[in-house]
Structure formats: structure tokens, C-alpha cells
């Protein structure tokens, strides 16, 4: 058989399943390559020594401390990871839940929304700052005495908008501790207790105040 008729044989059918194994053969070989793991990666993947840092002063729950940052970090990130004050609670991570609230120069702040270079030369109390020592906060009792916490997660955020609350309005009524706290999701929907209890913590200490320091009771 000549050359020239064995070309003629060749069917269509196989003219296209060849040059479709060679089409697809050509087509996967750059996705193979790219799925090999690389052996070295790219050193700027792995170099964090490029990342600004600062040198910041703050003070946190009355003590002043100096700090390096990277400028990337949050409060939260800061408090929670390198200063393992872990009582602030990251809840969205994007200014929303309000369960990493805590007082920046007294003023309510989502800590997962700002900086931890903007809080530098300034003061920063979170809820471990309230205690002092074995004696808890009147919110702190308060809270715990009407079943304030349930799930407890967001309560460190709750008590935090409260505190500002109080700090600037020693006697708020219950319109105001509920605009206080409207920032604070309560994903068991216990809103009605966090109001008595902070209400309830305002009149305890209102009643402190009232009480002489030597325990002999009656009016200052």
C-alpha cells in the first residue's frame, strides 16, 4: 500500500481524538507545573522584618507600659495577644457586636475598629481594670446578682459601655442605659436584665457614697 493511501485511511475520528489528546496534554502541563509546591518560597512571604513598628506609651488599667507594635495591629490584638488581657472579647471583628468594648480615656471604643498606635499617650481600662483586687465592681455585682450574664460572652462588652455610662452620668435613668448599651448585641437577648443591673448598680452606689468610711453609718 502506498504512503499516499495510508494518509487517505486516516478517519476523522482519529485526526480529532489526536489532536485532542495533544490540545489537552498541552493545556494541563502550565496547571501542573503551577500546583508543584515551590521548594523556596519567596523570601518576602516569609520576612516580617519590613513590617512598621512603633514605640508607643499607654497606660493600661492604671499602669503605664511601653510597647513595640507593628502598626497593622489592632487594640484588641494587642490586649488580647501581647498583653494576654483576654477578658475583651473579640465577637465580629468588624465594629459591629460591641463584645470588645473598653474604655479609651474613659470613652466606649470597639477595640477590634481602632489602632494600636492611636492609643498611644492614652489610657485604656478594660474589664480587668475594674476589680479592685478580691472586690468587685457595683457593676460587676450588680450584674451578677440580677443574671446579667447568660452565655457571657459579650457581658465584658456590656460592662464596659456601662461604666462609661456611669463615669459621665453618675444617675442615669433606664432611657439612658438603654441607649448606652445599643451598640452591645446580646445574642441571648437578655437587654432587660443588663438595664436593672445597671440601674440597680448606680442606686449600690449612690448608697456607698452616702455610707461614712469608718462603717458608722448615717449621712456625710
Same mark, same amino acid.
Given at each position: ?97 460591641? /463584645?470588645? @468594648?473598653?474604655? +479609651?480615656?474613659?470613652?466606649?471604643? &470597639?477595640?477590634?475598629?481602632?489602632? #494600636? *498606635?492611636? !492609643? ?59 441607649? /448606652?448599651? @445599643?451598640?452591645? +448585641?446580646?445574642?441571648?437577648?437578655? &437587654?432587660?436584665?443588663?438595664?436593672? #443591673? *445597671?440601674? !440597680? ?20
Amino acid at each position: 500500500m502506498s504512503k499516499n493511501k495510508s494518509k487517505r485511511k486516516i478517519s476523522r475520528r482519529a485526526f480529532l481524538e489526536r489532536t485532542g489528546a495533544a490540545f489537552a496534554v498541552a493545556t494541563a502541563a502550565p496547571t501542573i507545573e503551577a500546583q508543584r509546591p515551590s521548594v523556596n518560597p519567596p523570601t518576602s512571604a516569609l520576612d516580617t522584618t519590613s513590617v512598621p513598628r512603633t514605640t508607643i506609651r499607654v497606660t493600661v488599667n492604671g499602669q503605664e507600659r511601653r510597647l513595640e507594635v507593628e502598626d497593622r495591629w489592632t487594640l484588641v490584638e494587642l490586649l488580647r495577644d501581647h498583653l494576654e488581657l483576654t477578658g475583651t472579647k473579640i465577637g465580629c471583628d468588624r465594629g459591629e457586636c460591641g /463584645a470588645c @468594648t473598653v474604655l +479609651l480615656d474613659g470613652k466606649p471604643v &470597639y477595640s477590634c475598629s481602632n489602632l #494600636a *498606635v492611636w !492609643a498611644d499617650g492614652r489610657s485604656v481600662q478594660t474589664v480587668e481594670g475594674l476589680a479592685r483586687g478580691d472586690r468587685l465592681d457595683p457593676l460587676q455585682r450588680a450584674f451578677i446578682e440580677h443574671d446579667g450574664p447568660q452565655c457571657g460572652f459579650c457581658t465584658s462588652g456590656q460592662l464596659m459601655s456601662a461604666k462609661g455610662l456611669v463615669t459621665r452620668n453618675p444617675h442615669p435613668t433606664a432611657e439612658d442605659v438603654r441607649a /448606652a448599651l @445599643t451598640g452591645n +448585641l446580646c445574642r441571648c437577648s437578655n &437587654y432587660n436584665r443588663y438595664v436593672e #443591673a *445597671v440601674l !440597680a448598680a448606680v442606686g449600690t452606689q449612690q448608697a456607698a457614697e452616702r455610707t461614712p468610711r469608718n462603717g458608722t453609718g448615717g449621712a456625710r
